[in-house]
């Protein structure tokens, strides 16, 4: 029976497409020095902030320490809303590597199940596991459904093994910069 090989087809179409996205926003963001300078930069902040954070909370009273951690805060949100940008288009090339990854299987594999389960799925995943697939029997599994479980999966570890994207510390005060600029807005 040739399922686990079309199931296994439909895996490694994915880890190629996820393989091909990393590779071209590494091409297009991250290889650019000032794309990184600012990731250094807002990592050097956020270190400093949380250090600025420290000293306030040992010593509340201080003003020169509560200015210092406002300018902090206020060179931060300057430097995330740089990256916001690029982590904008960035999203924008994942949204459509997994369309057009998406496409790729779909027309590779219209119609045919690429694997069987053993139980029949909740009536909410039906709709994913049994996507484009003829017939009643839910125990089948298409194409669609490897490939938007594992795409995003070997995104992520291919990120984290190359060492593209932001790190933590980054990633913490992109989102918390946003969040402050859009309660004072």
Not at 33 to 44: I, M, P, S, V
Not at 82 to 104: R, V
Request: hydrophobic content about 45%; overall charge positive.
């Amino acid at each position: 029976m040739a399922v686990p090989w079309l199931a296994l087809q439909a895996v490694a179409i994915s880890a190629v497409v996820a393989c091909a996205f990393e590779a071209l926003v590494w091409l297009l963001f991250y290889r650019n020095t000032g794309y990184g300078r600012d990731l250094e930069q807002l990592d050097r902040l956020g270190k400093r902030l949380d250090a600025a954070v420290a000293e306030l909370a040992a010593d509340p009273n201080n003003n020169s320490k509560k200015k210092t951690q406002q300018r902090l805060e206020r060179e931060l949100r300057a430097f995330s809303l740089t990256l916001q940008g690029n982590k904008f288009k960035i999203g924008l090339l994942t949204a459509a590597s997994m369309i057009g990854g998406m496409w790729l299987i779909n027309k590779r594999f219209r119609g045919t199940p690429v694997a069987k389960m053993p139980f029949a799925p909740p009536g909410f995943f039906t709709g994913l596991t049994h996507m484009g697939l003829p017939g009643d029997d839910m125990t089948d599994v298409s194409a669609a459904f490897f490939y938007a479980t594992t795409g995003p999966w070997f995104r992520a570890n291919l990120s984290k093994l190359t060492g593209t994207g932001p790190s933590r510390t980054a990633t913490k005060y992109l989102n918390t910069a946003l969040a402050v600029d859009k309660k004072s807005a």
